[in-house]
Antibody, heavy 121, light 107 residues
C-alpha cells in the first residue's frame, strides 16, 4: 500500500521560503505511470493545485504561483519536494502531497495526510 | 484557467435520501472530471474518475455522469458515513482546478 507523508516546518516567516518534503513508501517513486503533485487548502476553503513533477524531472506549475514555486524529486530517497518563496499570510494553508495516476486518465489516487503551514512573524 | 462551479454549496439530507450535486465547467472538458470526498481533518479521497468511473473499493451507491460542461454526482442512498465535503476536479487543461466544494450534512 502506497503511503505519502509530508514533512517540514509548520511555521514560516513572511518573505521567507516554505520548504516541504513528501516521502513515498510502499512503492518506488520511479515506477509506473505516475506524477507527483502538491495541492494546498487554506482553512475552511477549497483545494488549489500547486504543481507536479514527473520522475524524469519535467514539471508543471500553477501560473498563479509559478514565479515562486519549485518542485524537485530525489528518486534515491523516494521523495519529492516543494519550495515556495516570498511567502505571505495568504500562503497559510494545509499542504498535501499526492500521487497522480496517468493511464489515459489523470487523477489523484493517493494523498498524504496534509501538513499545516502557517506564515507569521 | 477553467472555472468549476459546484451547486449547491451546502446540502442537508436524511439517511436514505438520494443526493445530487452538480458541477459546471466554464468550457468543454469532455469527460475529464473527477470527484473527491473529504472528511473533516482528512485528505481528499478519490471516488469517481473520468466523470463516471467508480474507483476500486468505493461503494456502488456513489455514481457520476455528464460530459462537456455539465456533470452530476449522486449518492443513491445517503449513509451517515457519507457526511463530508465533495469536490469536482477538471484535468482537461492545466492548471488542474477544483470546484469550491459541497458540504453535505445529515438532517
Amino acid at each position: 500500500q502506497v503511503q505519502l507523508q509530508e514533512s517540514g516546518p509548520g511555521l514560516v516567516k513572511p518573505s521567507q521560503t516554505l520548504s516541504l518534503t513528501c516521502t513515498v513508501s510502499g512503492g518506488s517513486i520511479s515506477s509506473g505511470s505516475y506524477y507527483w503533485s502538491w495541492i494546498r487548502q487554506p482553512a475552511g476553503k477549497g483545494l488549489e493545485w500547486i504543481g507536479r513533477i514527473y520522475t524524469s524531472g519535467s514539471t508543471n506549475y500553477n501560473p498563479s504561483l509559478k514565479s515562486r514555486v519549485t518542485i524537485s524529486v530525489d528518486t534515491s530517497k523516494n521523495q519529492f519536494s516543494l519550495k515556495l518563496s516570498s511567502v505571505t499570510a495568504a500562503d497559510t494553508a494545509v499542504y498535501y502531497c499526492a500521487r497522480g495516476r496517468e493511464d489515459g486518465s489523470y487523477y489523484f489516487d493517493y494523498w498524504g495526510q496534509g501538513t499545516l503551514v502557517t506564515v507569521s512573524s | 484557467d477553467i472555472q468549476m462551479t459546484q451547486s449547491p454549496s451546502s446540502l442537508s439530507a436524511s439517511v436514505g435520501d438520494r443526493v445530487t450535486i452538480t458541477c459546471q465547467a466554464s468550457q468543454d472538458i469532455s469527460n475529464y472530471l473527477n470527484w473527491y470526498q473529504q472528511k473533516p481533518g482528512k485528505a481528499p479521497k478519490l471516488l469517481i474518475y473520468d466523470a463516471s468511473n467508480l474507483e476500486t473499493g468505493v461503494p456502488s451507491r456513489f455514481s457520476g455522469s455528464g460530459s462537456g460542461t455539465d456533470f452530476t454526482f449522486t449518492i443513491s442512498s445517503l449513509q451517515p458515513e457519507d457526511i463530508a465535503t465533495y469536490y469536482c476536479q477538471q484535468y482537461d487543461n492545466l492548471p488542474d482546478t477544483f470546484g469550491q466544494g459541497t458540504k453535505l450534512e445529515i438532517k
